[in-house]
């Protein structure tokens, strides 16, 4: 089994800091994008941003210059930077990573439970 754990959540006031972690263990033979989602309670999942193992990036919309993802290919953890944050960045925010098991051919893509980041005054 794959398991995806993240930390780093809590309550931080407008334009604080924070810096979610997500460590993937378990059945991996291989890690290809890791990545972040948010979702804000009425509102569909978004993507944060994400990073291939060659380090390329991708942001979602409007959020490149106050997020920035990161990974440590060696320890299997990809790393969330979010700076300036506002209101309505309060989220839940989920761990994805594609990843190929010993266990099966195909690469599968796998979530975490998801940790809270609340901004508020």
């Known amino acids: 089994q794959v398991q995806l754990v993240e930390s780093g959540g809590g309550f931080v006031q407008p334009g604080g800091s924070l810096r979610l972690s997500c460590v993937a263990s378990g059945d991996i033979l291989a890690i290809n994008t890791m990545g972040w989602y948010r979702q804000a309670p009425g509102k569909p999942r978004e993507l944060v941003a994400n990073i291939g193992h060659d380090g390329k990036t991708n942001y979602g919309r409007d959020k490149e210059g106050r997020f920035t993802v990161s990974r440590d290919n060696g320890k299997n953890t990809v790393y969330l930077e979010m700076n300036s944050l506002k209101p309505e960045d309060t989220a839940v925010y989920y761990c994805?990573?594609?990843?190929?098991?010993?266990?099966?051919?195909?690469?599968?893509?796998?979530w975490g439970q998801g940790t809270q980041v609340t901004v508020s005054s």
């Open positions: 994805n990573a594609n990843i190929r098991p010993y266990s099966n051919p195909y690469y599968n893509n796998y």
